[in-house]
């Protein structure tokens, strides 16, 4: 029904940017809420930033607010995560999911991409 599909992980020096695209397609593209969660070695998925989609209202996890930027393109079909200012705890697996309403709570998501790694090196 709806396919996300990340790009634009790779390995960059600590203090440096990096850019994460998320294609959302589908049939029936239903979603209203789309988010950036990432998981690092030993440790539980955690919320990174979300979009709403019909309006753009945004929200950060703090450990990222302020460092890192979550937008849509005009069509709300690409989410895009403009990460600057990378420390090596940035570190993780970024996933990208939809679902139908803005949650921080990954149960809440019910469609997820195939995720692509992010290696801050220091």
């Known amino acids: 029904q709806v396919r996300l599909v990340e790009s634009g992980g790779g390995v960059v020096q600590a203090g440096g940017s990096l850019r994460l695209s998320c294609a959302a397609s589908?049939?029936?593209?239903?979603?209203?809420?789309m988010a950036w969660f990432r998981q690092a070695p030993g440790k539980e998925r955690e919320f990174v930033s979300r979009?709403?989609?019909?309006?753009?209202?945004?929200d950060y996890a703090e450990s990222v607010k302020g460092r890192f930027t979550i937008s849509r393109d005009n069509a709300e079909n690409t989410v895009y995560l403009q990460m600057g200012a990378l420390r090596p705890e940035d570190t993780a697996i970024y996933y990208c999911?939809?679902?139908?309403?803005?949650?921080?709570?990954?149960?809440?998501?019910?469609?997820w991409g195939q995720g692509t790694q992010v290696t801050v090196s220091s």
């Open positions: 999911a939809a679902g139908p309403f803005s949650s921080p709570q990954h149960r809440h998501y019910n469609y």
């Open positions: 589908g049939r029936n593209f239903m979603t209203s809420v």
């Open positions: 979009i709403r989609l019909n309006g753009g209202s945004t």
